[in-house]
């Protein structure tokens, strides 16, 4: 993806193996600026407060944390406690356990003084998959737009939520990616950036990354989204997945079961793009997908930029008035047209998934035993 024109990725480790570079997202869309993170607890940190997010980029950055612990001490102690750390910072998106567990089992059965440079190596492969499985994402998501471009004649209305763009991901974005496909194929396309309160992901992340790229968009309030639909001002939607379970159940941004609600009643397809590490095979339903409760501040403040051109926050309720912040909700696999991932379009189903992830099988039951700690996670 271009930033100011320039080819970019999300995240970045310098040739000294002394940090990684990110884009702070807190900063975005006012600022863009380039962190190092030097450590991993500085890793961990940046990925609680939000500093990179999205499913994909979580697990990326984590698994650069392990690379960075490697730097300080490569004994299984150490490398354990780094994954005990990072493994707390956000609970929903299962790429940050996929991406810690394959660390361990890449590093573990290696001799110390071998860890370093393999830690570096997977992490960036890691990374290189990513960006091969959104692109693949992006070419099958493309036939679903260039179909219904066909048939309507005209400009494709896509609506999507939160961001799951090349900002939630090494590069590309996985919701974001048939958008960026079809806008190269000169397919004409419009798309609805939904806020995404709290954080307002749409907002600020979504609209920036699609207004650098040159793709048309518009941002709406979430709760215009069941009008847009009911007028028939939205031809298809697609959302990302922090977590989708056995069963089709997706984990997404709160807000999207209402899109998906909202898009059965109207007749609206409703696709979920998603790469294989969010795929939780041992998960039989959404039922169990531990759901992040962020701190109510990012409720009841907001923040944005102030006349003078400050990075400011406001609040917005009353002083005494409490709020609660689920950070992501469940979208029942029924929902679900389909689901787009690097290897094709599958039914939200276990049959659709295990079509289309035959080798998972065996993992279709749940593991006794994760390497993180020594126990499940
Ligand atoms: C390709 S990212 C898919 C999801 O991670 C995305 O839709 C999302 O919900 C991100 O949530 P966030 O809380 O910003 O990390």
Redesign the pocket.
Known sequence: MRVHGIPTRTIQPLADGSAVEIID?TRLPHRYEIKRLASWQEAAEAISV?RV??????GATAAYGLALACQADTNDTALHAAAAGLIET?P??V?LRWALERMLSRLLPLAPGQRREAAWHEAAAICEEDVAQ?QAIGRHGLEIIRAIHQRKGGAVNLMT?????WL??VDW????APVYAAFEAGIALDVWVSE?RP?N?GAA?TAWELEQHGVPHTVIADNAAGHLMQKGEVDLII????RVAANGDV????G?YLKALAARDNGVPFYV???GP?IDFRLASGAGIPI?Q?AAREVTHIAGRDVEGELAEVQLTPDASPALNP??DVTPARLVTGLITERGVCAASTAGLRGLYPEEGANFIPLPTSPINGGGV
């Open positions: 997202q939000m997010r999205g499913a994909p980029l979580i956000r929903t998106a790429n959104n939520h939160c961001n799951a763009g939630a991901t974005g996985t919701a974001l995404t954080r992901q992340l959302v990302g997945a922090d984990a997404n941004k709160i999207t793009a998603a790469p969010s992040e962020r950070a992501f």
